[in-house]
Nanobody
Framework: QVRLVESGGGSVQAGGSLRLSCAAS????????????MSWFRQAPGKEREWVGS????????DYADSVEGRFTISQDNAKNTVYLQMNSLKPEDTAMYYC????????????WGQGTQVTVSS
């Protein structure tokens, strides 16, 4: 069973930075992880879940939502099966529960989800 565990959330003032981590484990097929699309989503209270960005583990493009383009960066350490979300110039509207997700096919339709980590940005 694929397991995704996020960490790194917390509270920060506007303009600050946080780095989220997503560690993946439980891949019975050693090549499966290398074919996955890893994504970050977020959900603020009372709002729908929003896609933040995605990256292909095996290489390729990394895409971001317009709302975070230029401020957030997704990176990966394949030796650790870990994906990161570096968040800079944080705004109060970035406050949300952030979820890591993994997809075998389309990045926007994950097969696996983490439990989430809370990010709170104060003005």
């Amino acid at each position: 069973q694929v397991r995704l565990v996020e960490s790194g959330g917390g509270s920060v003032q506007a303009g600050g930075s946080l780095r989220l981590s997503c560690a993946a484990s439980g891949y019975t097929d050693s090549t499966l992880y290398s074919r996955m699309c890893m994504s970050w989503f977020r959900q603020a209270p009372g709002k729908e879940r929003e896609w933040v960005g995605s990256t292909r583990v095996g290489g390729g493009t990394t895409d971001y939502a317009d709302s975070v383009e230029g401020r957030f960066t997704i990176s990966q350490d394949n030796a650790k099966n870990t994906v990161y979300l570096q968040m800079n110039s944080l705004k109060p509207e970035d406050t949300a529960m952030y979820y890591c997700a993994a997809a075998v096919g389309s990045c926007r339709q994950p097969n696996y989800w983490g439990q989430g980590t809370q990010v709170t940005v104060s003005s």
